[in-house]
Every structure is written in C-alpha cells, then in structure tokens.
C-alpha cells in the first residue's frame, strides 16, 4: 500500500500525543489502536481509560436501557388501552343514526307536523386534507354551486379541526343537483360526505307557530350538557313550543353503527348495527279548525284596527284540554328548516313586536275586571256578602282624601253581587275588597292574596308548553321589599278590580274561568292528550290542580252573575239563540299613554260547559270594541259547525 495515498496516514508534527512525544515528520499508519513511531514503538491509545471510567460507562448504558424499559412497560401495560383506542380511532369510526322524529296530529288526527327529506354537506375535520391549495379549491367549488361565501366556508373548516373525529355539517339544504354533484366528489374530496336528513314541516306554520315552537341547531352549551344522550354538533332540537317542551318523546332513540373506514374516512365493512327508535307522536287536544279560524277572526277584525298583538285560548272544562291558543303577532316557523336571510332573522328576532314571545303563557298584564268573578267567589265564601247583600253604586267612593270611580258616571244604583258582576260595578268590588269601609268589613289584601294565589295566580298553571310566566300577587311584604311603603287600603280597592301592581297571564285567566265552569274544580290546562310509543296510544288523564276551595251554591251565584253579562250587562253582543254563554269583561289600563287592554273571558254552552276562553287584545280600547266581537264570530262558527255535525 503506498502510504502517501492511505487516507488513514497521519503526519507526526513533533506535538504530545497522549503523553508522548512524536518526533520527526515521517508518517505512520494507525494499526489497531496504537500508532508506530520512527524507532517502531507502538504508543497504545487505551492506557488512559481507567477501570473507574469503564464501569461509569456502563452504568450509563445500563441506566439508560432501564429507563427504556420502564417507559416502554408503562405504554404498553398502563397506557396500552389509551393508545389502542387512539390507534383503533383512526380505523374504526362510530356514526350515530338518527331516529325519524316524531309526527303531530290534532284531536281529529289532521297533521300538522310532519319530516321532510333534505341533503346537507358534511365534513369530518380528521380526514379533511391540511393541504391549503387542496381545501382552497375544493371551497371554491362548494362555493360557486351553493352561493356561499369561500371565507366562511374556510371559517368553519378551520375553527373545526380541534373537533377531530366530529362530523360536522358544512352546507344545509342542498337542492337535488348539488346534492348529486357533490355526491360524485366524494372519492375525491377527503373527509366531506352527502347525507340525507329529516326537516320538519309545519302544515300550519303562522296558525300553529307558538303552539309548535320549532328546531334549531344544537348550541355548545347544549352539547355540552347533552353529548351523553348522543347529541352530536350537527343535531337539531327543539327550540319552543311543543318541539322543546316534549324534545325527548319526539326525537326517539339513536341508533350506532360502528363501521371500519380507509384513511379517507369512507365506509369499508360494518362492524355493528344498532337500530335507531322513532319518535313518539303526539295527539293533541287542538281542534286545528277551530285554530286557524280563531287565527283568521283576529286577523280580520283587530288587524283592520291595526292592533297586531293579542291572545286567544279555548279550553275543555271537564279535561283541561286546550282547543286553541293562539300568540299574535304569529311567524313562520318553516324558516328555521333552512339558512335564514337577514330579513327574515330581523322581522323574528330583531321586531317590536317579538313574535317568538308566546303572549299567552309568557305574556303578564294587568287583568281587569276579568278577575271580578274570583273576588265576588271569595267574598260569597268568607261570608263578606250574600247573594242579597246590596251597595249603592253613586259613581264611586271617597276615602279619606282619594276617590276611586266607577266607570259609569253618576253610579249603578242598587247593586247586588249578580249586578255587580252583570254591569262590572266598580263600587261594590271596591267595598268588598278593602279591608274596612263605613263599617263594613271587607276581604282586604291578606285574604284576597290566599284565595288568588290558591286559584293559581302567582304560579305557573303547569301547561306543557315552555317558558311559561307566574304574573304577579302582591301582597303587604311584596310592596315593602320593592317600593319600601307600606300597603294602603286604595291598594285593596285596585286589586279588587284587576288594576295597581295585579299582573296576570291570559292562560291563568283562562284556566280559572274554565274551573268556574267545571263547577269548581280546577284541571291544569293541556295541549296534549296523548302520545303514541311503539304503535301503542298512552292517554294523558286530566290533572286537577285545584278543587272544593268554593261551595257550589258560590259559584253557582257567580255564574249566574256571568250569565246575566250576556243577557243584559257588558257582554251582550254574543247573545244568540243558537247557544247560551256566559262571560266577563274586561278593560285594564296599560301605560297611560296607550289605549287600555281589551278583555273577554266566558264560557259557553251555559248549562253544561263545553268550552272556556280568554281573549286579548294589547292596547284594543274597550273589551266590546275588540275583544268581544272577535268570540262572537268564533261562538258562532263553532256552534255551527256542532249543528252541521
């Protein structure tokens, strides 16, 4: 070997290598760990590696294939679980099948919601390319067939990646072209996937939308709450009305299947199959004609007034059932099933005239003197009056240096309990209700709060239908802990008559005027009657919330006061001799800068109570301007629909 080219040969530069001295500039080759010198002594290159530094070396490599150890028995025998589910994640997908939910029928099986087919794009973040120029194209695309906007496309993609495994939807409400275009752009795009949902359909949208209530998309915070009942980011649940009151029995049971995918995310084999359950239906007690007449007897007459807010509600007596009720201003409830435009979402959220607020349950008003039939009760009851007791009506009282009118000037005259009741005298109710008057005693406010309170005023009716308020009780503590005064006796005098701090809800009235009706005995009004589970019909059984708080004589005294309203006092434009009514009137002052609240209460046939009601009509003048016109119309077709029958 020619030394001069060993690319092993070092030049000897007369410099200590390892303690020695390498003289002279020859060259020498390195031969097996010792390099020879010009004089052939081999200098060895390990008489510095003591004992010490061998064993520290190995000590080392021991320590270091421990630790390896260790960590590899703590993955595999502590943490194997974890990582083979992570491993199986990435393999094996979970998808949740969704039960068709639940339809509704009114009380003559006329349906009124029913499920829709309609295709949305979905995407699950996990198998969705990271490539930029990839997700940039395929959004392009999506974009000029749907109309979307790329930006929010992109948006949403990226806000989703945390999600991983959670399929997401991305377009709603595809039309058949879209739906097929990017069906075949499956196999090429990763990660996104056509599917087929259900959308409701409301029959009668704007009659029937605050008994209804309709879907919306699941929230965060309701996901978080529901994800282990199996709600996923892309579920619709119900928002209001029936759709959220009876969310469970509606939506049925999920299905699963748990299926192996390729690295795309596509179907390879099932490896299981759980059957989703259907929902329940529910049979109503609604009469959907006598609803969308009551829908357009308002819109006819209180309209044409321009008065766009009120309430209308029919009950059953002898069930609690609810016939009709009605919210205006009503909306269209179908929008929510698709993308709203900006003018649909401003005239539902953004409208003075709020047409999500269910005004029958959720709306609180001063009643009126629709609330004089339960003041003359408990009177009758504490054994205040008597059917014969009399006042003398001379267009008001004075007490102290306060006078409180009666709504007719100069007076009733000679009034009694059924007059009092018949013509809406303000002076009688004023006597019995003030806690002490020229020597007579009165209910005063302790009493007439117990009997208010135990008819269900105060509290929530317990209706199915959600986000239902409780009105307003005041009593001596209420006014101290909120306007620090103490409770005058003019206070009693207004609420005897349905004004000052009373507040009530139109289906608290409905409900007390329909136990006036049912002799007494109070049923928690209800929507629906029955619900259908697995081809089998559960009927639901009336519930009483109150009864045997008045002996039958008293309120047959106050019915009788009712009736003569129709005969002969405020109410007597639904006289008819095609049936026999009773009812109570009512105008209650709202701000004093808009026109009072137009009331009407009743029930009709007389003798055997078919039907109970509550009208209202916001700011509608006098109840006979409004209120009571608009029941008559509805006595009418009602009745005559029973005599077609």
């Known amino acids: 070997m020619n030394a001069n080219r060993d690319p092993f040969n070092i030049k000897l530069s007369g410099q200590p290598v390892k303690g020695y001295l390498l003289k002279d500039a020859n060259q020498s080759i390195w031969r097996d760990g010792y390099i020879p010198n010009s004089n052939d002594q081999s200098i060895w290159l390990w008489e510095n590696i003591t004992p010490g530094k061998i064993i520290f070396l190995l000590a080392i490599l021991i320590i270091s294939f421990f630790i390896l150890l260790g960590r590899t028995s703590y993955l595999q025998l502590w943490r194997g679980d974890y990582y083979r589910g992570v491993a199986e994640g990435n393999r094996l997908k979970e998808v949740i099948i969704m039960p068709k939910r639940g339809l509704i029928f009114d009380d003559h099986d006329q349906l009124l919601v029913r499920n829709i087919p309609s295709y949305s794009l979905f995407f699950t973040p996990a198998y969705v390319s990271s490539n930029t120029a990839v997700i940039q194209r395929i959004t392009k695309e999506i974009a000029d067939k749907t109309g979307e906007q790329q930006t929010e496309l992109l948006k949403k993609i990226e806000n989703a990646r945390q999600m991983s495994y959670q399929t997401m939807d991305l377009v709603e409400n595809l039309d058949d072209q879209q739906a097929i275009a990017f069906k075949i752009k499956e196999q090429e795009w990763s990660g996104f996937e056509v599917q087929e949902r259900s959308v409701r359909q409301y029959i009668y949208s704007n009659e029937t939308s605050q008994l209804m209530g309709y879907l919306g998309k699941i929230t965060e915070d309701e996901y978080s709450s529901l994800q282990e009942q199996n709600y996923q980011l892309i579920d619709w649940l119900g928002k209001g009305g029936l759709e959220k009151k009876y969310e469970v029995n509606l939506r049925g049971q999920v299905g699963i299947k748990n299926i192996e995918v390729n690295a795309k995310g596509r179907e390879l084999k099932v490896i299981s199959w759980r059957d ?295 109410a007597q434009q639904i006289k008819s001799p095609n049936y026999t009514a009773a009812g109570k009137t009512g105008t209650a002052q709202a701000q004093t800068d808009k026109p009072t609240h137009s009331w009407f209460v009743g029930f009709a046939p007389y003798e055997n109570p078919e039907i109970a009601w509550t009208v209202l009509v916001e700011n509608g003048g006098e109840s006979t301007d409004l209120a009571v016109p608009i029941m008559k119309r509805i006595l009418e077709y009602y009745f005559s629909q029973l005599a077609d029958k």
């Not at 309430?311 to 059953?316: K, L, R, W």
Request: hydrophobic share 40%; charged share 20%; net charge neutral.
């Open 276 to 570: 989703a359950q259907s929902g329940s239906d529910l049979l109503l007690h609604l009469d959907i004609d006598l609803q969308k007449k009551a829908f357009a007897v308002f819109n006819e007459l209180a309209k044409n007034r321009k008065k766009t807010k009120g309430v209308i509600i029919i009950m059953e007596p002898k069930t609690g059932g609810i016939k009709a009720l009605l919210s205006f201003p009503t909306y269209d409830n179908n929008v929510f099933s698709k993308r709203l435009s900006s003018e649909e979402y401003d005239s539902i959220f953004q409208s003075d005239e709020r047409p999500l607020l269910n005004r029958s349950i959720a709306g609180q008003y001063p009643s009126g003197s629709t609330i004089k039939p339960l003041i003359a009760v408990a009177a009758l009851q504490e054994g205040v009056v008597t059917e014969q007791t009399t006042f003398n009506s001379t267009g008001g009282i004075h007490y102290d240096q306060w006078f409180f009118p009666d709504w007719k000037a100069g007076g009733h005259g000679i009034t009694n309990v059924i007059k009092a009741l018949a013509q809406s005298v303000n002076t009688y109710f004023y006597m019995i209700g003030v806690e002490q008057y020229n020597g007579v005693t009165g209910l005063g406010v302790d009493r007439m709060y117990s009997y208010l309170t135990r008819f269900g005023f105060g509290q929530k009716t317990g209706i199915d239908l959600p986000s239902e308020a409780i009105g307003l009780v005041p009593n001596r503590e209420w006014k101290w802990e909120n306007k620090k005064e103490p409770w005058y006796p003019g206070d009693s005098m207004h609420m005897a008559i349905g004004q000052g701090e009373l507040l009530v809800t139109p289906i608290q009235l409905a409900a007390y005027v329909s136990a006036l009706a049912n002799q007494g005995t109070y049923l928690k009004p209800k929507v629906v009657k029955a619900i259908k589970e697995n081809g089998q019909l559960i009927l639901l059984d009336p519930e009483v919330y109150q009864t045997g708080l008045f002996s039958a004589s008293n309120i047959d005294i106050v019915r009788r006061g009712m009736r003569e309203a129709v005969l002969a006092g405020s």
